[in-house]
C-alpha cells in the first residue's frame, strides 16, 4: 500500500465537505489506487493549525470543528505559520483552499509557488492564483513535473477544464464565453420578479449565497477572475484579470429589467472572451439583453453556464444546476484522483 | 514512426468527413503520436469497396465520390464484401459508421464482433450495437484488451460518455435524461410556431434534417436508442430499445402546444432514465410539458441536451449546439485520438 500525504490550506465548509468525502471513499482508493490517503496539514485563519507527519485524524478535526469551532488538544497543534507549513511540512499534495483575495490573487499563489518549487502536486479551490499568475504556476508544475489542477476554480467541480483537455483533444479553443456569478444572477433574476433590492440582498444573505459585501460579485470582479482563469487555461491568454473589461450590474434598475422584457429579453450579466485579430485575447464581463428564448435565459439562481467554441466542435456548453457544498468538495476530489492517476499509474 | 491501420466500414456524408480531417491532421498526429494513419479498407453499400494493405489514397478516395459517386480505378477495388473484409483485412482500428437499423443494431454488430473477436480496436458512429449488444460488446473487449469506444453515438463529438469517464470519477450515475432528436424537436418548435405540419416537414426534408421516411424520429425509436445507449454505458442498465416505454409526437397537435403554450409550456420530446427501487434501470421517451423558464426549452432546432445526475456531483448538462456533419467527424476521431493515447502511450 503507497501513501499519499495532504496539506490542507483552508478548512472552511469546502474543506470540511472536502474532509468527509475523503473519508467516505478511503477505501475505495484504497481499493481502486492501492494508495492511502493521510492528511499530514490543516490550517486555517482562526481555528488553528494541526501538523502531523504520520497523518491527521480527519473525523475527529471535523468533529472538533463543529463542536468547538477550533481544533483541540486531540490533535498535534503548531505554531508554525500556514506559510511555514507549506515550506517545511512533509506532504506530497498542496491543497490550497485559503480565502481569495481577488485583486493580488495572494497569499494562495504564494503557497503554491513553495510547494511547486519543493516538487510537490498542487490542487488549488481558488480561482485567483490561476486569474494572476496560471503562466508562472504551470511552467513551474511543468518544470517540477508535478501536477497542478485547478478544476473546482469556476463552476466547482463541473468538468470545465477537464472537459477542454480530456475530451476535446487537437479541438482549438477560440471563444468562451458563461454566466459564472450566481449572486448576480440571483439578483437580476429577482429584480425580473418585481423583487425590491433591499428585500433582495436581505433574502439572499439569509440563504447563504449573498455576502455580507456583495461588491466583489456585484461589480463583476468574481466574474472577471473566473472569466480569466477560464482564458488563460483555455486560450493560453496570459491575461490579469485588470485587462478585463468589466462593467458590473450596480447601474442595472428594475426599470431596465422591465424594459428589456417588454423587448423580450432578459438581462443577464455575461462572461465573453476571443481572440481578436491581432491574435490577443480579449476578455469582457458586463450585463447583456439575452432573448427570453435562449438557452442562457434558463440559467438562473445558482446554475451556472459555460460555453466553449473550438474549431472542431463548434460551441458546446456545460450546466452546472444549483450546486452545493459538497459540489465543491467533490471539484477536489476529482483532481484529487487525477494525481492518484499520474502517481499509481504514471497517467 | 509507427502505423495505425484503420478499417473504415460506411463513407457517407460522415465517413467523408471523417477523411477530410483525418488528412487534416495527419501531420499533428505524427508529430503528436509518432504515428501514421493509415486507411486500408472502406467499406460501402453503393460506392464499391477499395482494400489495400498499404494504404489507400483518401484524398483520391474523397475525389471519386464527389466527382462520381463511387470510387474509381485509381484504387484497388475488391469485391469483398463489408463482412468479408472486418474478417479478412488487415487493419488495427474498425471504424464502423455503416447505415442504422435501428431495430437490430445490425449488421453494424457483427462486423464490431468480427473485429473484437480479432483483438482488433473497433470505434462506432453506430449507436444500434451500443443500444442493443452493449454488455457482450465491452465483455469482448475488455477480453481482449482492446478499446471499444463510442463517442459519436449519442451528439456527435460533444463529451458525453467521455466525460462521465474522464471527468466525473467515482461519481456514480442516477438519473439520465435528455432532448435527443432534432427531427422531432424541430416539429415541435415549428407547430409552436403555428406552422402547417405538411409544410414543416417539406423544409424540413429540403434543409436535409428530416429523412425521406421519418417514422424513426417521430414515434421515438431513434430517442428511444440513444437513451438506451446512454443507460447501458453510464448506468449499466442493460437494457435494450424495446424495453424503453416510448411515446413519439405523432399524436400531438397544434392545438395541444397552444394549449399548453397557455400555462406558459412547452412541449418537448424527452428522454428519461433512472434507477428503481428494485435497482433496475427504468426509461422512457415521451413528450413532455416543460415551463418555458426552463433550461430545456431553450433547446431549440438540432440544439441536443443530454443532463447527467450523480451521488457527487448532483445535475450537469451538456449541450450541443446546432451541429453539422463535422461534428460527427470530430467524435469518431475523438475517439481515434483515445485509441492513439493507448497505442502509442499506454493511457
Redesign the interface.
Known amino acids: 500500500m503507497k501513501e499519499l500525504k495532504l496539506a490542507l490550506l483552508g478548512f472552511g465548509n469546502a474543506g470540511q465537505a472536502f474532509g468527509r468525502?475523503l473519508l467516505d471513499?478511503e477505501e475505495?482508493i484504497k481499493k481502486?489506487y492501492e494508495t492511502e490517503i493521510k492528511v499530514t496539514v490543516i490550517a486555517t485563519a482562526s481555528k488553528g493549525n494541526i501538523y502531523d507527519p504520520e497523518g491527521i485524524n480527519l473525523r475527529t478535526a471535523i468533529e472538533d470543528i463543529n463542536e468547538d469551532g477550533r481544533f483541540s488538544e486531540k490533535h498535534r497543534l503548531t505554531q508554525l505559520s500556514t506559510m511555514e507549513l507549506s515550506k517545511e511540512a512533509d506532504y506530497d499534495v498542496l491543497v490550497e483552499m485559503t480565502p481569495l483575495n481577488i485583486f493580488t490573487g495572494q497569499p494562495a499563489a504564494d503557497h503554491i509557488k513553495t510547494a511547486l518549487g519543493r516538487r510537490k502536486h498542487v490542487i488549488t479551490a481558488n480561482k485567483g492564483p490561476v486569474a494572476w499568475f496560471f503562466r508562472e504556476l504551470s511552467h513551474m508544475a511543468h518544470d517540477a513535473d508535478v501536477c497542478f489542477f485547478y478544476e473546482t476554480t469556476v463552476m466547482?467541480?463541473?468538468?470545465v477544464f477537464?472537459?477542454a483537455e480530456?475530451?476535446?483533444?487537437?479541438?482549438k479553443v477560440t471563444e468562451v464565453s458563461g454566466i459564472l456569478n450566481s449572486t448576480t444572477n440571483y439578483i437580476l433574476e429577482e429584480l425580473a420578479k418585481g423583487e425590491d433590492y433591499d428585500d433582495i440582498m436581505e433574502r439572499g444573505r439569509k440563504m447563504g449565497f449573498i455576502e455580507a459585501d456583495p461588491a466583489m460579485d456585484i461589480e463583476g470582479y468574481d466574474a472577471a477572475a473566473k472569466i480569466t482563469a477560464l482564458l488563460n487555461v483555455l486560450m493560453d491568454a496570459g491575461i490579469t484579470p485588470d485587462q478585463v473589461r468589466r462593467k458590473g450590474i450596480e447601474d442595472i434598475t428594475a426599470e431596465d429589467i422591465g424594459k428589456a422584457k417588454e423587448r423580450g429579453k432578459v438581462i443577464k450579466l455575461l462572461c465573453r472572451g476571443f481572440r481578436n485579430e491581432k491574435g490577443e485575447v480579449e476578455a469582457t464581463v458586463e450585463p447583456v439583453e439575452i432573448s427570453?428564448?435562449?438557452?442562457?435565459?434558463?440559467?438562473?439562481s445558482t446554475?451556472s453556464i459555460v460555453?466553449i467554441t473550438t474549431d472542431?466542435?463548434?460551441?458546446?456548453?456545460?450546466?452546472?444546476?444549483?450546486?452545493?457544498i459538497?459540489?465543491t468538495a467533490?471539484g477536489v476530489?476529482?483532481d484529487l484522483?487525477r494525481v492518484l492517476d499520474r502517481v499509481a499509474y504514471n497517467?
Open positions: 468525502l471513499k475505495e481502486t466547482d467541480g463541473t468538468p477537464n472537459l480530456k475530451t476535446l483533444k487537437m479541438a427570453e428564448n435562449d438557452i442562457l435565459a434558463g440559467i438562473n446554475t460555453s472542431l466542435m463548434k460551441k458546446i456548453s456545460v450546466i452546472e444546476h444549483e450546486p452545493e459538497e459540489q467533490y476530489f476529482s484522483l497517467k
